[in-house]
């Protein structure tokens, strides 16, 4: 999820902690307790990208796919990140005051920084990126597929509760205008398309008139359910999806195992969705890609956007579409390829620690380009996209030991190898 999400998530629990306080306690606190509340929150659910200082961006593309979301994106590291931040924030507290911040103070401070924390690797795993939070015990790749990686009803149902709850006109400034860019680029990027800006700009009237009529609990109650409510939504219309996708799979090959299926609603939209299935049939190994509409008697799944880009050697799908599912494009190569490659070159096995949807192409008769299909590599191009040796004992460095996601594709040597 984008680091601006995650900050209001942080600023919205910082809220939700002070009116839920006042609320048991009969007391409101301190301004000072409030500021520092809401700083360090809004921290505490930005820590776990921490990585992003030592993953080498913009630099070696390996580096950054094998470490964003990695260590700090773990309940491990995320819960000892917030002890540390918590100790921090209690020292500046008492050192800002004539008498020590209470123990009520702090508890209430803890508990809001262990949540914070833990509500960055909750939104993270909403979407088709992943992350693997069980680390040291599971190695394994969990992902959500259900949220698109900017959501703007996120910004929707909190921006406003948060105008209205801050008391610095700065703060009050920064945010409005943020709901603004927010609803600007709705109306200007293709991916969103006209109905979603329109029930977006909707939803931010009534979200502003909310605000401004409902008193402080019951403004900040309605933003954290309104913020629940997206994303089960969301995650409905993603398991809609899916289940047709499936369905509609089985039915143009019923010989093929389908092994994965990728689902990533558009912006603002919980009826259509790009997907991308992952199968096995016989020797093959094949992608295919598709827009889905969880809803097709209102939204046909052809209207469900634009074809994701893919490289020249996918070839349009002969699978016969239908207003649920509308069948794009597709990519065949033998599952030994892979499975070789894993073998033979420690970089190539590396890099499928992260990738999910593999997708490679001949460069010369040494060399290959490996990418994921859910970032571009499907085109040639994106984040994903690495050069590698056919065959090459030389390991790059620091390779954590992330179960690869197509360890179903790859066999058991993949799990085995260093």
Known sequence: MDNVTHSLAGLLLAEAAVQLRTR??????????????AVSSLVAANLPD???????VGAEPLAYMLHHRGYTHTVLVALLGALVLWQLASLFLRSRVRTNATGDDSRW?????????????????????????????????YYGDSVFIVEPWF????????????TNRVVRVLLSL??????????????????????????ALLSVAIAR????SRRVAIACGGWIAVTLVMMAGAVTARAATLRASHEADRT???VDVVVSPLPANAVCMSVITVERSGADYRVATARVSSVPSITAASSCGAPRGVDASFRKSARISTRAVQWDAEWTAPRAELASLARE?????????FIRVPFWREVDDSTLTLGDVRFGGGSGGGFSVVRVQRRSARCPANVPRWVPPRADVLGPSALTAP
């Open 109 to 141: 401070l803890l508990g809001l920084l262990l949540v914070s924390a833990m509500s960055h690797l909750v939104l993270d795993w909403t979407n088709s990126y992943g992350l693997h939070p069980f680390w040291p015990v599971d190695d394994r790749w």
């Open 345 to 353: 070159s420690c970089r190539a096995l590396a890099a499928l620690r």
């Open 24 to 37: 048991r306690t009969g007391a409101s606190p301190s301004p000072r307790f409030r500021a520092v509340a």
């Open 155 to 166: 910004w929707i149902v909190s921006v406003p509760a948060l105008v209205a709850a801050a």
């Open 50 to 56: 921490a990585d992003l200082f030592y993953t080498g």
């Open 213 to 216: 009529l409902a008193g402080p």
């Open 178 to 203: 943020l709901l603004a860019a927010g609803l600007v680029l709705a109306w200007r990027v293709s991916l969103v398309t006209v109905g979603a800006a329109t029930a977006l700009t909707i939803g």
């Open 256 to 258: 093929a195992e389908v």
